[in-house]
């Protein structure tokens, strides 16, 4: 009884006609058995006894206060000061993620929300500690963005990992306020506004379906698992179940509880054991075929990480490179650019095309091919001879010159989107940064130099290539991009070869040299064609043509005038 004999005299001291043996065996079960600590099985526990011996029951909130009271409590700062078997726990915390799920508590339905919290929330630098949590009384101080003190939680480890338990009896004090999401467990949402993890439901028609064998790193096993595709009308998602999954292409579905995660920049629907499948009904539904002809991408839709990909584009180029693989077996890829009208990227296809790849261009359609970004650049990947088909014609006509096809598309668009390539944006110049003009390059990888030093430790010593550049920032009245020039283009909107712009600055200083490019540029409207890169450091525009766009001062004033109402 040593283990629980703290917590079995406190059942004593309100049922003192118990037996402190069954009381010990009591909390003993809820730990192995249910994995519950003694000090969240507490209330449970004086209940049963309570009412064995039909001693008169106490409120709630009188058990969760003598219960506290009992026990001394040990405020922290950092999650890792903490220990498995530390209860009454006092720590302030940020709510990172907040999922509302449904399960069963002592046959009971109730709702137990989870999600993550990192500690020291008020501290500007270092590492935050990040741990799970749960929250058995739903509490509704907990929300995502929220910095609050929890009061009276308590730490549960499993297999190793270690996580907060927020009891029904514990506080929850918000020192900041957060972000109330308004889902409920079980609630339906819309596929295209799944853009983060958690825990959603979803009803849509399964599009594909296919097994698959995920491979254990370290060797032991694999995993058989079931790929594919569902969507509504809002869009599709991919889907990765790890259990058995027997419903047909077509049929319509409902998945409860199913877990977000994040592929690269990329959601998908995880399905455990916790999650639920049924078929749905609803005679108003989209059919498949609807559903199969919507979800069809365009370039301007790829995003890194995206699995069972359809499209429809043009093969514009295409080269076959021979390599030797890790097991040393002679293997060959053909890649390539391929182009649609809203875009171009680059395609791998790792078997022999079913065309001559010297009669390009050719028209295909792609199915079930996977996506990777390379230089923020997608690269389509074709991986066996199903997933490809040769079109007689494009559906979009003979209308458009892919190969020349540049896509016109707002700057507030491009800064929010995926990265893409042939784009042109346009904006006005807000900033230029002082190393622009004269650079210096790595002679063999191409970086700019720092310092006179490369950033990659493979490249060898040597003296770098002086090359042109530009560094702006491009405003659209609603978001920035950052627009970096290229030699050509830069020559040609400032007039300048590179010798001129060097001697330039030998002879001005560079300080100088930016400040005459800031008063001929600064303010004008500027229209800039290239590829952008986006990622989590922002969005940012790599040009090979740019041009200034004379503002016509007399219809800018009639503008103003309309929009302000003006006579």
């Known amino acids: 009884m040593s283990d629980y004999e703290a917590h079995v005299s406190e059942v004593l001291k309100q049922v003192p006609d118990a037996d402190p043996q069954k009381v010990a065996e009591a909390f003993s079960r809820y730990e192995k058995d249910f994995l519950i600590p003694p000090e969240d099985a507490m209330r449970s526990v004086l209940r049963r006894f ?13 058990s969760a206060g003598s219960q506290r009271q009992s026990m ?18 006092e720590i302030e915390v ?17 709702i137990v929300p989870y999600g993550l919290i990192e500690d020291q929330p008020w501290s500007d630098g270092g590492s935050r500690t990040r741990w799970e949590y749960k929250d058995w009384g739903n509490n509704p101080n907990i929300a995502p963005g929220a ?3 929890l009061e009276g939680v308590s730490v549960n480890e499993y297999q190793g990992r270690m996580s907060i338990n927020v009891n029904q009896a514990s506080r929850v004090v918000v020192l900041r306020e957060g972000v109330r999401t308004v889902s409920k467990p079980g609630e339906p949402v819309e596929i295209n506004s799944i853009k983060s993890e958690g825990s959603v439901t979803v009803v849509g028609r399964l599009l594909a379906s296919r097994k698959d064998v995920i491979h254990r790193k370290d060797g032991s096993g694999s995993i058989d698992v079931v ?16 259990e058995s999954f027997d419903h047909e292409v077509g049929s319509l579905i409902k998945i409860e509880n199913a877990q977000i995660r994040v592929f690269r920049e990329t959601p998908e629907i995880n399905i455990g054991s916790s999650s639920k499948i049924e078929i749905f009904h609803d005679s108003n539904f989209a059919s498949a075929e609807d559903l199969v002809a919507r979800s069809v991408s365009r370039i301007e839709d790829l995003r890194d990480g995206s699995r069972d990909v359809e499209i429809v584009l043009e093969i514009q180029k295409m080269i076959k490179r021979d390599f030797q693989g890790k097991d040393g077996e002679a293997k060959s890829v053909w890649s390539g650019d391929v182009a649609d009208p809203t875009g171009k990227c680059r395609c791998s296809i790792w078997f022999e095309p079913p065309f001559d790849i010297e009669s390009t261009p050719v028209v295909v359609r792609l199915k079930g091919v996977r996506v990777r970004a390379w230089q923020g650049i997608p690269d389509i990947t074709v991986d066996d001879d199903t997933q490809i088909e040769v079109l007689a014609a494009a559906p979009w006509g003979d209308d458009i010159d892919l190969a020349n096809n540049v896509v016109e598309v707002a700057l507030t668009d491009l800064s929010s989107g995926a990265s893409r390539v042939g784009i042109s944006t346009t904006g006005n110049v807000i900033s230029i940064r002082e190393d622009s003009g004269i650079i210096s390059r790595c002679s063999e990888c191409r970086r700019v130099l720092r310092d006179g030093e490369c950033s990659v430790p493979s490249c060898s010593s040597y ?30 909107l400032i007039g300048m070869n590179q010798e001129q712009i060097s001697s330039n600055i030998v ?53 103003l005038r309309a929009k302000w109402g003006v006579v």
Do not use: C, Y
């Open 227 to 242: 790929r594919g595709r569902i969507a509504d009308d809002s869009g599709a998602i991919g889907f990765l179940s790890w």
């Open 147 to 149: 910095v609050v003190r």
């Open 94 to 110: 940020e709510i990172i993620t907040h999922n509302p799920r449904t399960t069963m508590v002592r046959g009971e339905e109730k």
């Open 50 to 62: 309570q009412s064995d011996t039909g001693a008169p029951v106490q409120s709630n909130q009188q």
């Open 463 to 492: 003296e770098g290539v002086d090359d042109v550049r530009l560094r702006m920032v491009l405003d659209d009245g609603h978001s920035t991009i950052s627009l970096i020039v290229n030699k050509i283009a830069t020559e040609s």
């Open 72 to 89: 001394p409590i040990k405020k922290v700062e950092r999650l890792s000061d903490l220990s498995a078997d530390d209860r009454n726990v």
């Open 507 to 559: 002879e001005n200083g560079t300080m100088a040299f930016v400040q005459e490019l800031r008063e001929r540029l600064l303010g004008r409207k500027l229209r800039a064609n290239g590829r952008t890169i986006v990622d989590e450091q922002g969005a940012m525009l790599l040009s090979d043509d740019v041009e200034l766009i004379d503002a016509d001062s007399v219809l800018a004033a009639a503008e």
